[in-house]
Each structure stands twice: as C-alpha cells, then as structure tokens.
C-alpha cells in the first residue's frame, strides 16, 4: 500500500525536530553551547534532560520505520542517521522513560513490519520467557538506577489519583491550579495515618502530576481524561490500520512519555503530537484525499495553538523570573508596593509572582493583601512555604489557632521538612503554651527526632533552638 505524502512528510517532520534537537545536545554536551540547566550537561531546548529523552524517544520508531521500509537508499541513511544521533545523545540523558518510549515504539512498528510464518511464530513462543525474563531484568535495572526517583514518581501517581477523584469532576480545575490540587491530596494523605519512612523521604512539592492523563483528568476533568485518550487511542489505530507504522511507533512512545513525564508542559510536544496525528489523519484509508487533508490541517494547527500558548506561559515565567529580584531583595516603598500589585494583570496566573509578591508585602507590613495574594498562591502550588508564610501572617496578627492550622498543614504537606515544625514550636513557646505546656515540649521533639535530608547552617540554627526551647522546659 503506497502511502499518502501527508503521513512521509509528518514523519519527515518528526524526525527533523528531533535532529535539531539533539545536535543542539551535542553542542551542549561538547560544551560549545551553554545548557538550560547548570545541574544538567545538556537539556536541548529544554530546561531538563528528561522532556529531552522523551522527544528524542519519539522519533526513534519513526526513523527504524524509514530504515525497514527500504523504499530507497536515501530513506534508509536518513533513517540511520537519526537513529544513530539518537544513540549518541539518549544515553546521557539518563532518561529512563524515554528509553521505556522508545523500546515500546520500536517494538509497535517491528510488530507491523513482520511477517513471521508459522515457524518463526513457534520459536518465538519458545524464547518468549527468555525474552520476558530480560524485560523484567532490564525494568529492574532501571528501577535501581535511580530508585528514590522511582519511587517519587509513583507517590506523585497516587497522590495524582486522590487529586482526580477529590477535585477532578466533570469539569475539572484549571491547568495552572493542578498543582495546588495535588499539594492537597498529599496534604491529606500523609494526615490520615502514619505513612511509611520511605514515601515521607520521596515526598516533594510536585509541579506536575507526572502523567499528563492524569494532569489532563484534574484540570479538565473526565471530559478531558477521555478526550486526551481517545485522541491517543485514534492516532495509533488509525496509522495502524493504514500500515503507517513508524507513526503508530511514535505515537505509542509519546504516549508513554506521557505517562511518566510532563511533556505537554512544553510547546515542542504539542508541535511533534500534531505531525503525529496528521501523520496518521493522512494514513486513514476510508477518506478522501480532501478529508484526509482538512483533518490533518485541523489537527496541526489545534496542537501548534495549544503549544504556542504554553510556550507564552513560559516566556511570562521567565519574564518574571527576571524582574522578581527589583522586588524580592529590597524593603518596598508604598509606590514599588503599588507597582508589584498591578503586575497581577500580566503574571496574575502564576503561583510564582503570587508568592513573591505575597512574601514582599508581607515584609512591607501590608498582611491582608499578602494573604490575598498568598490564599491564590495556595490554590496554584503545592510548595508548603505558602502555608508558612500564611501562619506567621497570623501568628502576627495575634491569631495563634490559625496559624497552628497552617503550620500543621505545611508539616502534613511535606513531612520530611523541618522549617513548619520548626515554626509550630516557635507558635506554642510564644503565644500558647506558656512556659509549662506539654505542647512546645512535644513539637520540639518531633521537629528533632526528624532526619535532615540535607544539613546547612540554617537547619543546624533551628535544631540549636529547639534543644534551647527543651532545657527551658526541662528547667522549668
């Protein structure tokens, strides 16, 4: 079956961004272009290796598409050569889903390309628990790679899962208040009941739900849970069943980036999702021509819309990344205070300028505007530093039950931190207990039992008080 110019010149497209992107890595790795991360020796266009992977993973089926068609010499070198730089660059990235996503997309298109006869079919079955036994051997592997991280990533699924059935609905919450969502669910898992030592050590402040099925579900709710897979399920079947393999491959590998990544954080994803899909829209062999084009158009540009607006939002970030210092660092006047105010118009939708600006007013002695901002901060993020913030506005304003709740909820949020607890003991030796309750006593050796990730003069400042609060209430 000849296949329509739409689905060559989507997957020419795939493979071309990739190129672009992983010479861009090389140049990095060879230290000749600086790289989005100082932690990171090469992030792409990115600011992360990991999203890097994941867009390399994609086009790695496409390419040993074009090698296993054979159609002419030149596809089969252009194949080679992608694959080839995708060789050089993927190991260093330490990607873990990204290898995941190309082996599964590689393994799509094998299986459309074969024709195994009876024979070959039966000497498969019997190497089939050699080649189960590797898998699992190699999905080890990759587990003990980097086993902490792993075992974030599936607290970050279940607390995702909690996020979706408590505040998903129909409708959902937003895109940019998904993160407040799952700081809440985390909130209340780890106040239930005593969780076990090892997730309370991967517990963080995650930005994403690291599964963009399950992002999709909180922030649109089940319409948009359904949508985004039905979507994936149409792209991969229809190209399928049109023998575009090599888009079914990629299809199937960006599906599993995005079930352990972010990947539609980033505009390139919405570019190369959308040549994926109008790969496969042109590949459908019950349309016309014409209805293969409108669909293929339709799809394009929907995708480049959508990545266009996420990468506005992440120029706004930057944007105020560079201006934050001109209000975070230095005493505010009332005009500077007025004028950080009526940045909300621009940076209003992010939890960043919300708790920069929060914290400056804070300082300034406006409290009420910073709890406005702050509140609106909380909805957004799940750093429990909002919380802080929001009990020692209130233990300010003498209101000293409030700020118990947010010192409690901050400890519940992230319960490997030392700081709220650090300030709920703070709370009961100035403004509850007085100089014989059991309260102080019991926060402070809490706070003290606890096991410091990371030692720095400020946390060794904070267990020094705390051992003080105790000899006074021993002494006492």
Same mark, same amino acid.
């Given at each position: 079956?000849?296949?329509?110019?739409?689905?060559?010149?989507?997957?020419?497209?795939?493979?071309?961004?990739?190129?672009?992107?992983?010479?861009?890595?090389?140049?990095? &790795? /060879?230290?000749?272009? @600086?790289?989005?991360? %100082? +932690?990171?020796?090469? !992030? $792409?266009?990115?600011?992360?290796?990991?999203?890097?992977?994941?867009?390399?993973?994609?086009?790695?089926?496409?390419?040993?598409?074009?090698v296993w068609?054979?159609?002419?010499?030149?596809?089969?070198?252009?194949?080679?050569?992608? &694959? /080839?730089?995708?060789? @050089?660059?993927?190991? %260093? +990235?330490?990607?873990? !889903? $990204?290898?995941?996503?190309?082996?599964?997309?590689?393994?799509?298109?094998?299986s459309g390309m074969c024709r195994l006869t009876a024979e070959q079919r039966q000497r498969l079955r019997r190497w089939g628990v050699a080649v189960i036994a590797v898998v699992v051997v190699v999905m080890a592997g990759l587990y003990m790679l980097k086993p902490e991280s792993a075992k974030g990533r599936l607290l970050m699924w279940h607390m995702a899962m909690n996020a979706l059935v408590a505040e998903g609905g129909w409708h959902g919450i937003g895109w940019e208040r998904v993160a407040g969502a799952l700081g809440r669910a985390q909130e209340a898992y780890f106040m239930e009941e005593p969780r076990s030592a090892a997730e309370i050590a991967v517990a963080g402040a995650p930005d994403y739900a690291f599964n963009e099925f399950l992002q999709a579900g909180i922030a649109y709710g089940w319409i948009g849970l359904i949508l985004l897979g039905g979507l994936a399920v149409w792209t991969i079947w229809t190209a399928w069943r049109g023998r575009a393999y090599g888009i079914a491959g990629g299809a199937v590998a960006l599906?599993?980036?995005?079930?352990?990544?972010?990947?539609?954080?980033?505009?390139?994803?919405?570019?190369?999702g959308g040549l994926l899909?109008?790969?496969?829209?042109?590949?459908?062999?019950?349309?016309?021509?014409?209805?293969?084009?409108?669909v293929a158009a339709t799809v394009m540009a929907v995708c480049l819309w959508g990545g266009w607006q996420r990468e506005m939002r992440q120029r706004q970030g930057r944007e105020w990344q560079r201006m934050?210092?001109?209000?975070?660092?230095?005493?505010?006047?009332e005009r500077r205070a007025d004028e950080l105010l009526r940045h909300g118009g621009r940076f209003g939708?992010?939890?960043?300028?919300?708790?920069?600006?929060?914290?400056?007013?804070?300082?300034?002695?406006?409290?009420?505007?910073?709890?406005?901002?702050?509140?609106?901060?909380?909805?957004?993020?799940?750093?429990?530093?909002?919380?802080?913030?929001?009990?020692?506005?209130?233990?300010d304003r003498g209101?000293?039950?409030?700020?118990?709740?947010?010192?409690?909820?901050?400890?519940?949020?992230?319960?490997?931190?030392?700081?709220?607890?650090?300030?709920?003991?703070?709370?009961?030796?100035?403004?509850?207990?007085?100089?014989?309750?059991?309260?102080?006593?019991?926060?402070?050796?809490?706070?003290?039992?606890?096991?410091?990730k990371v030692e720095s003069p400020a946390t060794r400042q904070m267990r020094e008080e705390l051992r003080g609060l105790l000899e006074m209430k021993n002494e006492k």
């Open positions: 079956m000849r296949l329509s110019r739409i689905t060559i010149a989507a997957s020419g497209g795939v493979m071309l961004a990739a190129v672009v992107e992983g010479v861009w890595a090389l140049l990095q &790795l /060879l230290g000749v272009v @600086a790289q989005g991360h %100082a +932690l990171y020796r090469a !992030t $792409g266009t990115f600011y992360n290796p990991g999203p890097l992977c994941g867009f390399m993973a994609v086009a790695v089926p496409v390419a040993a598409w074009w068609r054979g159609r002419s010499r030149w596809s089969e070198w252009t194949g080679w050569g992608v &694959l /080839l730089l995708c060789a @050089a660059v993927m190991p %260093a +990235l330490m990607g873990r !889903t $990204g290898w995941i996503a190309a082996a599964a997309g590689v393994a799509t298109v094998w599906v599993v980036v995005c079930c352990g990544s972010y990947p539609l954080q980033f505009g390139e994803f919405y570019a190369v899909m109008a790969g496969s829209a042109g590949a459908m062999r019950w349309r016309s021509r014409q209805v293969r084009i409108c934050r210092g001109a209000y975070v660092h230095t005493p505010l006047s939708w992010s939890h960043r300028y919300l708790f920069d600006a929060g914290k400056a007013l804070r300082e300034s002695g406006r409290m009420r505007e910073s709890d406005s901002l702050l509140l609106e901060a909380l909805e957004r993020s799940s750093d429990p530093m909002i919380l802080n913030l929001l009990g020692r506005n209130a233990q209101d000293a039950v409030e700020a118990e709740v947010y010192f409690k909820r901050a400890a519940a949020r992230i319960p490997s931190r030392l700081y709220p607890r650090y300030l709920l003991a703070r709370l009961y030796a100035d403004s509850i207990c007085g100089p014989d309750t059991v309260g102080c006593r019991l926060a402070a050796e809490a706070a003290l039992a606890m096991e410091v």
